[in-house]
């Protein structure tokens, strides 16, 4: 079994190839918490306003973050569907966008009559120290294999 990525707007999660389908982890949704708008959008920025459109003909909103060490923190919503390979316990870790896992606040999984269960690590407990030693991962273990997503709240 070999180490397999899925990177999307900075979010890496690592996953043993064997435990997934090939192809089937994806992040559906990734919402910055702090701004309420996908991670990569920052129309939310601008203001709306054309210059001179503000009473005295000011010129519009221009926000520009210029602190680029202290930047970072937000929370994220992320959404990551994937499709189990088999009814073992299976491990999503996220190497590399995400500084810790703050909660799971739901699941889905397709497989009728068959539950699905979803903890998480920061630390790489077993079983999630097979992938990911020491950082945060998410483990899933269904009663069948099938498609399914789960949505987690991350610290970045």
């Known amino acids: 079994m070999a180490t397999e990525t899925k990177t999307q707007k900075g979010l890496t999660i690592s996953f043993d190839d064997g435990d997934f389908d090939t192809g089937t982890v994806s992040v559906l949704l990734d919402l910055d918490m702090r701004t309420g708008t996908p991670v990569d959008e920052t129309a939310w920025l601008d203001g709306g306003a054309a ?6 003909a000011l010129d519009g909103f ?6 680029t060490t202290n930047a970072n923190g937000s929370m994220r919503l992320v959404q990551i569907a994937f499709t189990l390979a088999d009814a ?3 491990v999503l870790v996220l190497t590399a966008g995400a500084s810790k896992i703050i909660g799971v606040l739901g699941t889905t999984f397709a497989v009728a009559d068959k539950t699905l269960s979803a903890t998480f690590t920061n630390t790489g407990n077993a079983p999630a120290a097979k992938t990911g030693a020491a950082l945060p991962a998410i ?8 498609a399914g997503t789960v949505t987690a709240v991350l610290l970045n």
């Open 88 to 90: 073992a316990e299976q």
């Open 62 to 67: 221009k926000a520009k973050n210029t602190n």
């Open 51 to 56: 210059a001179g459109s503000y009473p005295g």
């Open 139 to 146: 483990v899933l273990h269904g009663e069948a294999a099938g």
